[in-house]
C-alpha cells in the first residue's frame, strides 16, 4: 500500500495505536484521525504532529477515508469494521503496517493459543546470541512492531531478524505479511466472543503462512489435530518441518533423553531447567526454526540450558509463611490455567476471573484435583468460580480482595495462583498490568 498522500484513521491508542501514528508521521503522512473512546495521554504530542482526535461515535466511522489501522483489540466482527469493509476501504492491523513500509527482514512468526510467549523469546534469546544488535522481538509480545521498525531504523536497513508473536486480532487483518519461518504452536478454544465463533478464530491462526511461498518453513504440530484440520482445510505452499513429542517419525522429536532436531541429537533433555512438558514443545518450535536460519548448535545450546522462564508464565513471586504464591497473569484461557495447574500437586488457591470470554469451563473441572480452593474476581469472576466448584467458590470484586481472601485460607506448604483463564480488560489494560498488581500486592503482604 501507498501510506503517503492518504488520509489515514487510527482506530485505539493503546500501544501499537501510538506507535503506528508515530511510523506513519515518519514516512510522511500529513492526513492521520485518531479516535480513542478513553482518556489521551498523549494528546499534545499527538496535536503538535498534527492528528486530529476524535471520539468514537457514528459521525467518525462515516467519514471518508483511504486507510483504516485498526488496535488489536477492536474486534474485527465491530459493526464499524464491517461498515469499512463494505464501503471497500482497506482495514489492516499495525503489524501490517509496519511489515509493509520496513525494509525486507528475516521474520520469525509464532501463533498458536499457548505457548507464544515463551516460545517467541527462546527464538529472540538466541537470535541475539547469534546476530547481537541485529536482533529484535515484538508483536503480541508487547512491543508493537512500527516501534521495532522506527528504533532500530529499519525504514531504511535491513537484513534484521524478528522473532513475531502474533495473536488472532493481529492476523486476521494482514495483507502482505510473509514471515520466512512460521508455526502455529497449538489451537484450542479463545476468543470466541471477539472472533464470532471458534472456526474463525481457527481459521484466523492459518492466515501466518497464507503467503510464505517455496523456501519459506513451517513448523508443524503433528500432535495437535485441530492444527492438522486447519492445515488440512487451508493447505500449506512452503517447506514443512514437523515436530512431535509423542513420536518419532518425526523431523524433531524426544527420544532416550535427547531432543533431536533434524537428525541431530541437539539437547540432553537433563539439562533443560524449564519446567513442564510444554515447554519441551516451545523448546522444540524454537530450536527448529532457529537450526533454520543457520544458528549453530553450540549458541543453541547455551541459551537454552541457561532459560529459565517468562514473566507472567507460572513466574514465582515469593514464598510467605510456608505459602508460595505465582504470577500466572498471562493464563487467559483455560488450556493455559490447565497448563498451570499440572505443574502442582496440591494446596492450590486458585484465583480466576477478568474479562467475560464466554468460554466454557467443563474441560478444566477434570483439572481440579491439585485445587484446595477457588476465588473468583472481576467481571467474569463469579461465573466462572462457580461453574469451576459451585458455592463452595469465593467470589470478591478485586484482585487486592482475592489475594486477602487467599492469605486467609491458605497454610504452610499451600500455593496461591494467580492464573485468571481469561482476559484481563474488564479492570486492566492488559495481562502485564494485572501480572506487575499482582506482583506489588504479593510483594506488599
Known amino acids: 500500500?501507498?501510506?503517503?498522500?492518504?488520509?489515514?484513521?487510527?482506530?485505539?491508542?493503546?500501544?501499537?495505536?501510538?506507535?503506528?501514528?508515530?511510523?506513519?508521521?515518519?514516512?510522511?503522512?500529513?492526513?492521520?484521525?485518531?479516535?480513542?473512546?478513553?482518556?489521551?495521554?498523549?494528546?499534545?504530542?499527538?496535536?503538535?504532529?498534527?492528528?486530529?482526535?476524535?471520539?468514537?461515535?457514528?459521525?467518525?466511522?462515516?467519514?471518508?477515508?483511504?486507510?483504516?489501522?485498526?488496535?488489536?483489540?477492536?474486534?474485527?466482527?465491530?459493526?464499524?469494521?464491517?461498515?469499512?469493509?463494505?464501503?471497500?476501504?482497506?482495514?489492516?492491523?499495525?503489524?501490517?503496517?509496519?511489515?509493509?513500509?520496513?525494509?525486507?527482514?528475516?521474520?520469525?512468526?509464532?501463533?498458536?493459543?499457548?505457548?507464544?510467549?515463551?516460545?517467541?523469546?527462546?527464538?529472540?534469546?538466541?537470535?541475539?546470541?547469534?546476530?547481537?544488535?541485529?536482533?529484535?522481538?515484538?508483536?503480541?509480545?508487547?512491543?508493537?512492531?512500527?516501534?521495532?521498525?522506527?528504533?532500530?531504523?529499519?525504514?531504511?536497513?535491513?537484513?534484521?531478524?524478528?522473532?513475531?508473536?502474533?495473536?488472532?486480532?493481529?492476523?486476521?487483518?494482514?495483507?502482505?505479511?510473509?514471515?520466512?519461518?512460521?508455526?502455529?504452536?497449538?489451537?484450542?478454544?479463545?476468543?470466541?466472543?471477539?472472533?464470532?465463533?471458534?472456526?474463525?478464530?481457527?481459521?484466523?491462526?492459518t492466515r501466518i503462512y497464507k503467503n510464505m511461498k517455496e523456501g519459506d518453513l513451517f513448523i508443524l504440530n503433528t500432535d495437535d489435530p485441530v492444527v492438522a484440520d486447519y492445515t488440512g482445510r487451508y493447505p500449506i505452499h512452503c517447506d514443512t518441518f514437523t515436530f512431535s513429542l509423542e513420536k518419532d517419525d518425526t523431523d524433531a522429536y524426544l527420544k532416550?533423553?535427547?531432543?533431536?532436531?533434524?537428525?541431530?541429537?541437539?539437547?540432553?533433555?537433563?539439562?533443560?531447567?524449564?519446567?513442564?512438558?510444554?515447554?519441551?514443545?516451545?523448546?522444540?518450535i524454537a530450536v527448529s526454526a532457529c537450526r533454520r536460519i543457520g544458528i549453530s548448535s553450540d549458541d543453541i545450546r547455551e541459551v537454552i540450558y541457561n532459560f529459565k522462564g517468562v514473566e507472567h508464565r507460572i513466574e514465582f513471586v515469593r514464598e510467605l509463611n510456608g505459602v508460595r504464591y505465582y504470577n500466572d497473569s498471562k493464563g487467559t484461557n483455560t488450556d493455559a490455567t490447565i497448563t498451570a495447574l499440572k505443574a502442582f500437586d496440591k494446596g492450590v488457591i486458585l484465583l480466576v476471573g477478568g474479562f467475560e470470554k464466554g468460554l466454557s469451563m467443563d474441560e478444566m473441572k477434570n483439572y481440579l484435583g491439585c485445587v484446595k480452593q477457588v476465588i473468583g474476581f472481576g467481571a467474569s469472576g463469579r461465573r466462572i468460580a462457580t461453574d469451576l466448584v459451585g458455592d463452595k467458590a469465593i467470589v470478591v470484586t478485586t484482585l487486592d480482595e482475592a489475594v486477602n481472601e487467599a492469605v486467609k485460607c491458605s497454610e504452610s506448604g499451600d500455593v496461591v495462583l494467580l492464573s485468571p483463564t481469561t482476559s484481563s480488560f474488564d479492570q486492566y489494560s492488559c495481562f502485564e498490568e494485572r501480572g506487575e498488581h499482582f506482583k506489588r500486592i504479593v510483594n506488599s503482604l
Open 256 to 284: 532416550d533423553g535427547w531432543m533431536v532436531i533434524g537428525g541431530e541429537k541437539l539437547l540432553e533433555l537433563d539439562k533443560i531447567t524449564l519446567p513442564g512438558k510444554h515447554n519441551l514443545q516451545n523448546i522444540m
Open 1 to 205: 500500500m501507498d501510506f503517503r498522500n492518504k488520509k489515514i484513521l487510527v482506530i485505539g491508542l493503546a500501544r501499537s495505536g501510538l506507535a503506528a501514528i508515530r511510523l506513519l508521521h515518519e514516512i510522511g503522512v500529513s492526513d492521520i484521525t485518531l479516535t480513542e473512546q478513553k482518556e489521551v495521554k498523549e494528546r499534545e504530542y499527538l496535536e503538535s504532529i498534527g492528528v486530529t482526535i476524535l471520539p468514537q461515535s457514528d459521525e467518525v466511522f462515516s467519514r471518508p477515508y483511504d486507510i483504516v489501522i485498526k488496535n488489536p483489540g477492536v474486534p474485527p466482527i465491530s459493526p464499524f469494521i464491517r461498515r469499512f469493509k463494505d464501503r471497500g476501504i482497506p482495514v489492516i492491523t499495525e503489524i501490517e503496517l509496519a511489515y509493509q513500509t520496513a525494509k525486507p527482514q528475516h521474520y520469525i512468526g509464532i501463533t498458536g493459543t499457548n505457548g507464544k510467549t515463551t516460545t517467541t523469546t527462546l527464538v529472540y534469546e538466541m537470535l541475539k546470541k547469534a546476530f547481537g544488535d541485529k536482533a529484535h522481538v515484538g508483536g503480541n509480545i508487547g512491543i508493537p512492531l512500527s516501534e521495532v521498525v522506527l528504533e532500530n531504523n529499519l525504514l531504511h536497513e535491513e537484513g534484521h531478524y524478528i522473532s513475531l508473536e502474533l495473536s488472532n486480532m493481529q492476523l486476521i487483518d494482514t495483507v502482505d505479511l510473509r514471515p520466512e519461518v512460521a508455526t502455529i504452536v497449538n489451537m484450542t478454544p479463545d476468543h470466541i466472543d471477539f472472533m464470532g465463533g471458534l472456526d474463525n478464530y481457527y481459521y484466523s491462526k
